[in-house]
């Protein structure tokens, strides 16, 4: 175990079509993966990410197993490969479910299936076009914190992902999420934008899919984690199974606070950080949170090999 590194995993938005294919040329164990999770979906997940429309891996119920195969894979082709073994893990929203299989918390199989019912049942807790995503860029936290307060009338509209200082997306009722990008954009927002998603994540109006799922969840054998884990909505570790099941049905309604993850990682060691799974989304936010930190993306030959040598 590398003391010095950790592995962080990422969310929805860095699925695209034909992620994964150079490295699934060379790597017989990508495909192999998908294959896994193929059976556990009953269709075939791997033709959907090479040969689909993005407009089908866009859907929330089919973006999240997708993603999650894609970092198991990438994760299996490390240890394949000989790379030094993280002392820690954390995961952006979706991704916490990629570091927990990784940390042997649950087995592939069973997290295929439950991240493909926690997209479904968040999709329907909100039907489309209610809810709504903003991107408020270049103010201070506390700023839209404010701006929600403001905003709020009644409706929910809560800051919901801390992804980096000056960057931060809001979210909650469509109406409510339009006033806090006007306040935001009058208090000085370098940007204030709606995403292209289809639900207002990681808000109280996710509670129904929550509770759904909570079944599943409880259902399903968790272990220990073999590599700690720092969780969304508290940025700290924890040990016991039936904990980590109420923090991960928790995070499906609590905010993502990304920054604090990222610096509890550093303050407990970590000085690399490998973005396990397809994009550079996470990369780029390490940048903007902590310049001190090193980071490598793995989505393709070229980019594992050289993360693979520099470590």
């Known amino acids: 175990m590398n003391s010095n590194l950790a592995f962080v995993f990422p969310g929805q938005g860095s699925q695209k079509i034909g992620m994964l294919a150079d490295l699934a040329s060379a790597n017989p164990l990508v495909e192999q993966t998908f294959t896994e999770a193929s059976?556990?979906?009953?269709?075939?997940?791997?033709?959907?990410?090479?040969e689909g429309e993005q407009d089908d891996i866009n859907l929330t119920e089919r973006t999240q197993p997708i993603l999650l195969a894609s970092s198991v894979a990438i994760w299996r082709l490390w240890q394949e490969k000989?790379?030094?073994?993280?002392?820690?893990?954390?995961?952006?929203?979706?991704?916490?479910?990629?570091?927990?299989?990784c940390s042997?918390?649950?087995?592939?199989?069973?997290?295929?299936?439950?991240?493909?019912?926690?997209?479904?049942?968040?999709?329907?807790?909100?039907?489309?076009?209610v809810g709504a995503m903003a991107a408020?860029?270049?103010?201070?936290?506390?700023?839209?914190?404010?701006?929600?307060?403001?905003?709020?009338?009644?409706d929910v509209v809560d800051a919901v992902n801390f992804n980096a200082p000056g960057q931060v997306v809001i979210a909650g009722s469509a109406a409510a999420v339009d006033r806090a990008i006007e306040i935001c954009k009058q208090a000085g927002a370098k940007r204030a934008m709606t995403l292209p998603v289809?639900?207002?994540?990681?808000?109280?109006?996710?509670?129904?899919?929550?509770?759904?799922?909570?079944?599943?969840?409880?259902?399903?054998?968790?272990?220990q984690p073999q590599i700690p884990v720092l969780h969304n909505v508290h940025a700290q570790t924890e040990t016991n199974p039936?904990?980590?099941?109420?923090?991960?049905?928790?995070?499906?309604?609590?905010?993502?606070?990304?920054?604090?993850?990222?610096?509890?990682?550093?303050?407990?060691?970590?000085?690399?950080?490998?973005?396990?799974g397809p994009g550079r989304v996470l990369n780029?936010?390490?940048?903007?949170?902590?310049?001190?930190?090193?980071?490598f993306s793995t989505d393709d030959v070229a980019s594992l090999e050289n993360a693979l040598t520099s470590i």
């Open 39 to 50: 059976d556990a979906l009953g269709y075939d997940a791997w033709k959907l990410v090479q």
């Open 82 to 101: 000989g790379g030094p073994v993280p002392a820690q893990l954390a995961g952006h929203s979706l991704g916490e479910w990629s570091a927990l299989v």
């Open 104 to 129: 042997g918390v649950l087995e592939f199989a069973d997290a295929i299936k439950i991240v493909r019912a926690r997209g479904a049942f968040m999709q329907e807790a909100v039907p489309f076009g």
């Open 136 to 154: 408020i860029l270049g103010i201070p936290d506390q700023v839209i914190l404010d701006a929600c307060a403001s905003a709020r009338e009644n």
């Open 198 to 223: 289809s639900a207002p994540f990681h808000t109280s109006l996710m509670q129904p899919a929550a509770e759904q799922l909570a079944e599943m969840v409880n259902g399903t054998a968790f272990a």
């Open 242 to 276: 039936e904990s980590i099941k109420a923090l991960m049905l928790e995070q499906i309604y609590r905010p993502v606070m990304w920054v604090d993850c990222i610096q509890g990682l550093k303050a407990n060691g970590t000085q690399i950080l490998i973005e396990c």
């Open 284 to 295: 780029g936010l390490t940048k903007r949170i902590d310049r001190d930190l090193t980071s």
